[in-house]
Structure formats: structure tokens, C-alpha cells
């Protein structure tokens, strides 16, 4: 899903406890909106009336106008953080779903409440602005008042419409992306299982105890890729377990060839994170980085905090990413579009994931970029 502006500026609108725009970008978002919304109406009634090319017919309504969209979209802001400050996110989860009585109310009646306060404070002070002294605050016109009333109810009642059809689209992208999970998950294991085992099958006659570590190993990887499956969202610590059990039967595979450094700190480990996005990144370090390397190498896999967000570089000492791209590759990096997809899907376009050369220009290293932290979902299976 591309991100656009009427994604930002729904988005924008949506009640949350966190918004992944920053307050002063929300506000100049619905300022430029509203003025918008604003001059168009303004524009629309020169239209009807016959007067578009009088500017002098139109223009002195233009700046009130813009002036009174600007601040009914920012007082309709202002009232919504206050129903997210007042709120349960549970609550608010209900609202933006849009299903009842109580959505219409905020949605709707909260931006017309808005229109009418604010056309009667942008008369006020124009009226100030004429007299050049404090009158008590007049109301305008009855039939003006109407035609603002009107016109933001429609524009709420539009925007709660848009908005429910987004949540409709996310829901269906959210669907697409556990498909995309399951098919990546499908593309891992059937050349990994068949490689495991006839690897197991060959050490049962001669290492017996190192075929049994082997299958042990798989067995706790299978276990943990299962319990993935089923989740929305897991911690970091589930998927480094999950990460471990995958290197544990590579390290079988390929014993002294292969070394390992895990390197995430404490305060990290419970940040909630999509299932399964680690694992496919170390398999094509070691399948495309190391193993075509005689000597093997290191794999090394950090994440640090930024920001309000995370960051997660996986780097092997292999032969690099020009070497890389010029033997025959399997699959043809479908694994990195699906996780690139599933990241734009999670967290838009801040989310990232990037391949660039190692430390030195030995090996390859991936960055994995999430904007923010997820907060654990309620929506998982056992």
C-alpha cells in the first residue's frame, strides 16, 4: 500500500494514543487541509453563482474563508486529543472502527460543533477588526450558519466514510501480508527441512550423538517457527529464540565454518516486532555470504534502539555482495521483496530494509530499519 497524502491525512485523524506523525506535522496538515477546504468552498460558490471570473465578486470572502477551514480542522484536532488522552485505547480501537452511534457522534457531530464555533469566532473577530472596539461576540446570519453547519457535517461525514474504507483496506493488506507470511514461510522450510534431514540421515551412521543434537536442534526450530506462524507480532526475544534454533542446526551442518554473535541488549528483547523477519535475512547471509566461502566466516546480528524505534544490521564476513550477485540465485530474492512488502504494510514508507556492503567492504551487511515499536497485539493464537 504506496503511501499518499489522503493516507497521511486520515491517518491523521484516526484516534490513537501514538500517532506516527509528529503533533507540529498533524497540525500544519490539517492548517493547509483546511484552508484548502476552505478556498474550495469559496471557489465552488462563484461557480454556481455565475461569478468566477468577478474576482471582485469573491475575493474579499477568500481569506475569511481559508482563515475559518484553517481553524475548524484545527479546533476539530484539538477536541479529538482530548478523546485520546480521555480514553481507553481499547475505546478508541471501537471509535475508529466506526460501527455505532457513539463513531457518527465524535466523527461527525464533533468537526460540525467545530464549524459552528469556529464561523462564530472568525465573525467575531472580523467584526472586531471593522468597529475597532470589543462588541459582545454576534452570531452570523442564520442562513450563513446553516450553509457552515452543512458543509462540515458533510466533510465529517465524508472523512468518517473514507476513513472506514481505509480501516476496510488495511484490514484486507493486513490479511495479505499473514498470506505473504505463510507463503514466506512455505518458501523456507520445504529445502531446509529436506536438507536438515538427509544431513541427519548421513550422521546416523557415523556420529550418531551429532545426528540426534542436529534433529533436537530442528525440532526447537520447527517449534518456534509454529508459534510464529500464529502471531500478528512477537518480541524480539522470540525471535532471536527463533533465530538460535536456525543457526544451531546450520552450526551442525557446517561446524567450525561457521561462528556467531548475537548482540541485542536487554532493554530490547520484549519490543514487539512482525513474526519471522529475521530468520530469512541470516539464511541468505550464510546461504549467499558464507557457505560459498571455503573458510565460512562470521555472522553477526546487533540491534540498538533509534529514536523511538529499532534498528537491526545482520552482517557476514562472506565473499560480499558483487561476488554474490553473479552466482545463480534461489529464489530470486523473492524472500527480501516479501519483507520489504510486509514492512510497508506494518509501518509505511519509514520502515526499511537495506543491503549495502560490510564493514571495510568485507562481506554484506542488511539494515533493518522499523520506525517505531509495536505494541503488543491482543490478536495472537496459541
Known amino acids: 500500500m504506496k503511501p499518499s497524502w489522503t493516507t497521511a491525512w486520515f ?7 501514538t500517532h506516527a506523525q509528529p503533533g507540529w506535522l498533524r497540525l500544519l496538515l490539517c492548517i493547509l487541509v483546511g484552508a484548502g477546504f476552505g478556498a474550495s468552498m469559496v471557489v465552488l460558490a462563484a461557480l454556481l453563482s455565475g461569478n468566477l471570473l468577478d474576482t471582485g465578486w469573491w475575493r474579499p470572502s477568500l481569506a475569511m474563508s481559508m482563515q475559518l477551514g484553517s481553524l475548524i480542522a484545527s479546533m476539530t484536532l484539538a477536541c479529538f486529543r482530548l478523546v485520546e ?12 472502527d466506526g460501527r455505532d452511534f457513539r463513531s457518527v457522534l465524535v466523527f461527525v457531530g464533533i468537526p460540525t460543533l467545530c464549524s459552528g464555533l469556529g464561523l462564530t469566532m472568525v465573525d467575531t473577530w472580523h467584526r472586531w477588526q471593522r468597529l475597532g472596539y470589543l462588541p459582545l461576540p454576534r452570531l452570523p446570519d442564520k442562513s450563513t450558519l446553516i450553509t457552515f453547519l452543512f458543509c462540515g457535517a458533510l466533510f465529517a461525514g465524508l472523512s468518517l466514510w473514507r476513513m472506514r474504507a481505509q480501516l476496510r483496506a488495511e484490514k484486507a493488506q493486513s490479511q495479505l501480508s499473514e498470506a505473504q507470511l505463510r507463503l514466506l514461510q512455505a518458501q523456507i522450510e520445504p529445502h531446509f527441512l529436506f536438507n536438515t534431514l538427509a544431513n541427519v540421515q548421513g550422521l546416523i551412521d557415523y556420529d550418531p550423538p551429532r545426528a540426534k543434537h542436529m534433529l533436537d536442534a530442528f525440532t526447537d526450530y520447527l517449534r518456534a517457527s509454529l508459534q510464529q506462524l500464529r502471531a500478528q507480532d512477537v518480541s524480539l526475544a522470540q525471535e532471536l529464540d527463533l533465530a538460535r534454533a536456525y543457526l544451531e542446526v546450520m552450526q551442525c551442518r557446517m561446524g567450525d565454518r561457521l561462528q556467531t554473535r548475537l548482540d541485542v541488549p536487554e532493554t530490547l528483547r520484549e519490543a514487539r516486532i512482525p513474526p519471522l523477519l529475521l530468520q530469512p535475512l541470516i539464511e541468505n547471509a550464510i546461504h549467499h555470504g558464507l557457505e560459498p566461502q571455503l573458510a565460512g566466516g562470521l555472522l553477526q546480528l546487533r540491534a540498538r534502539a533509534q ?3 529499532l534498528q537491526i544490521d545482520i552482517e557476514d564476513s562472506g565473499i560480499g555482495l558483487a561476488l554474490a550477485r553473479q552466482r545463480p540465485r534461489r529464489g530470486h ?10 514492512l510497508l504494510a506494518a509501518y509505511g514508507p519509514d520502515a526499511s530494509l537495506a543491503l549495502m556492503d560490510g564493514p571495510g567492504g568485507v562481506g554484506t551487511r542488511v539494515r533493518l530499519t522499523l520506525p517505531q ?5 491482543s490478536d495472537t493464537h496459541d
Open 85 to 96: 488522552l480521555s480514553l481507553p485505547a481499547s475505546s478508541l480501537a471501537g471509535l475508529n
Open 11 to 17: 491517518s491523521t485523524w484516526r484516534l490513537s494514543k
Open 307 to 309: 529514536g523511538p524505534g
Open 333 to 342: 530474492g523473492l524472500a527480501l521483496q516479501n519483507i520489504r512488502e510486509r
Open 373 to 377: 515499536l509495536r505494541p503488543h497485539s
